[in-house]
């Protein structure tokens, strides 16, 4: 089952590959990373599709070439450093952003979801994630100043709080809008953001505040 698994997320990353996925280091973490443990056991057999899936919640797990495009914009021309993550939802995006980025912080508003989340990650032994219940609009304070920031749900308009908790010359990448979203890095320069439009996306709602 294990060499099955192995040679599945393989097949998925030279798939990205073809797609237009061209980071070697974001395509090795998508071939290490078992998504058939992300999903409900009824969906296993859909786990290596270029697919989003549903995680119970009303979230998703979303499409794979879609966590690794945020993830490649994330280190184009930058150094992996800490990175916070908001919406942990399955534990996917996180679990691939762990073979990357020193730290990852992650910040999700559903505590079922945090729990198994956390489980996995523990699981497939990778140590270097803080996870956190509470609110993504706020970000994570008490651990900023973040290098990068990634968020995984479509915020209406970008939340202030994140700005902010970006590094000078930090990076932030995020779903942006209500009925059309698209894909939007943010980048700081002091205390002047530019952005950058990349592709239309269809993420769930970032939401604010916490449910136990």
């Known amino acids: 089952m294990a060499v099955a698994t192995a040679r599945s997320a393989a097949v998925l990353a ?3 590959r073809s797609e237009g996925i061209s980071d070697n280091a974001v395509l090795q973490a998508v071939s ?4 058939h443990l992300f999903v409900e056991a009824v969906l296993a057999h859909k786990a290596y599709e270029n697919t989003a899936l549903p ?3 009303g979230q998703t797990i979303s499409q794979p070439y879609i966590v690794a495009r945020m993830t490649q ?4 021309d930058k150094a992996p450093g800490k990175l916070l993550e908001i919406g942990t939802g399955s534990g996917y995006q996180t679990a691939i952003l762990a073979h ?3 730290h990852v912080c992650s910040v999700e508003r559903i505590k079922a979801l945090q729990f198994q989340a956390k489980r996995r990650l523990q699981q497939l032994d990778l140590h270097n994630v803080s996870m956190k219940h509470g609110d993504g ?3 994570w304070p008490s651990k900023a100043p973040f290098d990068s920031i990634i ?3 479509a915020a209406a308009e970008v939340p202030a709080a994140l700005l902010q908790q970006l590094t000078d010359g930090g990076r932030l990448v995020i779903p942006v809008g209500a009925k059309e979203q698209v894909l939007r890095v943010y980048q700081r320069n002091a205390d002047t953001f530019s952005s950058q439009d990349i592709e ?3 993420f769930v709602p970032l939401v604010p505040g916490a449910l136990g």
Not at 32 to 35: E, K, L, N, S, T
Not at 73 to 76: M, V
Request: proline share 4%; hydrophobic share 55%.
């Open 32 to 35: 290490q990373v078992p998504r």
């Open 137 to 139: 609009w706020l970000g």
């Open 200 to 202: 239309a996306v269809r």
């Open 14 to 16: 030279q798939k990205l």
């Open 100 to 102: 990357l980025f020193s």
């Open 73 to 76: 914009l994330l280190l184009q």
């Open 151 to 153: 968020v995984t749900a």
């Open 55 to 57: 995680i119970g919640q």
